[in-house]
């Protein structure tokens, strides 16, 4: 018999930076040794842990807690990045996705897919056409990974002062596991939980964001 599964997602809160911090060590170390320099930049990775108090504090970032309240993954939302996406691709019509992290205690359980899947219905929940994300330009396997969820690739973008830049899209409302949806709260219905507080509307703009989404394999 299959057991019940007991994590779910809420948003992340101020006393949570310490897990968001260590889960993100985590994650780049494990990226070492699949052979990519994501996030090896110590200054980015300052830099990456100021901005998600930024998120956390401005409703952009979210957790997904264990059965013991431990952290096991994180999401952000976050505004349109003019180094990549410009008036063009009406970036209004998107919701852009940032910092998708799982732990490697979590492995296996499909949580970056899971995830995923919920900032889709939220997308489509607030009358987007579009989930967006930007990556790592070298990271091949991340690319496939994204590609295998119903990604596609959108261009290519090289900034100098950048080392994101592989930008994809998926249809808003798509979801890849429509019998595994996370649940909002411990007690809420997965297939009703979807709001939780947004991003504030000042938040929408782009200075010092910084990209990254990572590790969900």
């Known amino acids: 018999m299959k057991s019940a599964r007991t994590e779910y997602l809420r948003p992340a809160a101020a006393d949570d930076v310490p897990a968001l911090m260590?889960?993100?060590?985590?994650a780049e170390g494990w990226l070492r040794t699949k052979g990519t320099d994501q996030w090896s930049d110590p200054e980015t990775g300052e830099r990456a842990i100021s901005k998600w108090r930024e998120s956390i504090d401005e409703g952009r970032?979210?957790?997904?807690?264990g059965e013991r309240d431990e952290v096991l993954a994180t999401v952000s939302r976050g505004p349109v990045d003019r180094d990549f996406w410009t008036d063009a691709?009406?970036?209004?019509?998107a919701l852009y996705?940032?910092?998708?992290?799982?732990?490697?205690?979590a492995?296996?359980?499909q949580?970056?897919?899971?995830?995923?899947?919920w900032v889709s219905r939220l997308a489509a929940l607030e009358g987007r056409t579009w989930v967006r994300i930007d990556t790592w330009r070298t990271n091949a396997g991340l690319h496939h990974y994204y590609e295998r969820l119903g990604f596609e690739h959108v261009r290519t973008e090289a900034p100098s002062h950048r080392r994101s830049g592989w930008l994809a899209q998926r249809p808003a409302g798509e979801v890849a596991l429509p019998h595994d949806l996370l649940p909002v709260g411990p007690n809420e219905d997965a297939t009703t939980g979807v709001e939780v507080p947004r991003q504030r509307a000042d938040a929408a703009s782009n200075e010092g964001l910084t990209s990254g989404n990572g590790t969900a394999p």
Do not use: F, N
Not at 89 to 93: I, L
Not at 111 to 117: V, Y
């Open 22 to 26: 260590a889960l993100r060590a985590e």
């Open 61 to 65: 970032a979210w957790v997904v807690v």
């Open 89 to 93: 691709d009406r970036p209004e019509t």
């Open 97 to 105: 996705l940032y910092k998708l992290i799982v732990a490697r205690e």
């Open 107 to 109: 492995s296996g359980r």
């Open 111 to 117: 949580l970056g897919t899971r995830l995923i899947d």
